[in-house]
């Protein structure tokens, strides 16, 4: 099985862009879609970026994502910052042993 | 309107048992893999098990291999996840969530989620 690993926390003023990374420890990071997940505290998460790079409908095009295979790593990109975007996001992949697999989180303060 | 209600919750002693329930309704429930994720107090997302639309399939993390069983309802839109051998460990928010249908293996609905709590 493989980690992802993210930042802990990160923060950023409003209006501004703050990428949040999630590197794969072993294996190839195309080989299996990336997703991030915003979870407000109290809330339940929910997707702002599937198939390492698609917006679900009603999530706003400020957020963005990637994949970069030189770092063997995901990408979440937050531009305009807005302060209801203060939240926590965790990214996910599959493993192929059947096993799904999520990032530790990385708190997002808009300060 | 997709709606996933988890319920059953509660206190439990180390050792005991739980039986979570997750209603489902909004959705085709028989055409959707479904999922258990969990939350531990102040922590990350930690994924449970899965099940396939039939039940065919079952899968667990190794954290809880041999003692929760997954299974489902499909009659009656429901999934349940059957929790033996609590450890303080276990203590989590547990969400049930829906696997999109287009193959991309992730979580495109969660339910408000239920507090499991294992302590003496």
């Known amino acids: 099985n493989f980690m992802l690993t993210q930042p802990h926390s990160v923060s950023e003023s409003p209006g501004k862009t703050v990428t949040i990374s999630c590197t794969r420890s072993s294996g190839i990071i195309a080989s299996n879609y990336v997703q991030w997940y915003q979870q407000r505290p109290g809330s339940s998460p929910t997707t702002v970026i599937y198939?390492?790079?698609?917006?679900p409908s009603g999530v706003p095009d400020r957020f963005s994502g990637s994949i970069a295979s030189s770092s063997n790593s995901a990408s979440l990109t937050i531009s305009g910052l807005k302060t209801e975007d203060e939240a926590d996001y965790y990214c996910q992949s599959y493993d192929s042993s059947n096993h799904w697999v999520f990032g530790g989180g990385t708190k997002l303060t808009v300060l | 309107e997709v709606q996933l209600v988890e319920s059953g919750g509660g206190l439990v002693q180390p050792g005991g048992s739980l039986r979570l329930s997750c209603a489902a309704s909004g959705f085709t429930f028989s055409s959707y893999e479904m999922h258990w994720v969990r939350q531990a107090p102040g922590k990350g997302l930690e994924w449970v098990s899965y099940?396939?639309?039939?039940?065919?399939?079952?899968y667990y993390a190794d954290s809880v291999k041999g003692r929760f069983a997954i299974s489902r309802d499909n009659a009656k839109n429901s999934l349940f996840l059957q929790m033996n051998s609590l450890r303080a460990e276990d203590t989590a928010v547990y969400y049930c969530a829906r696997e999109d249908d287009y193959g991309a293996l992730y979580f495109d609905y969660w339910g408000q989620g239920t507090l499991v709590t294992v302590s003496s």
């Open positions: 198939e390492d790079n698609q917006r």
């Open positions: 099940i396939s639309t039939s039940g065919s399939s079952i």
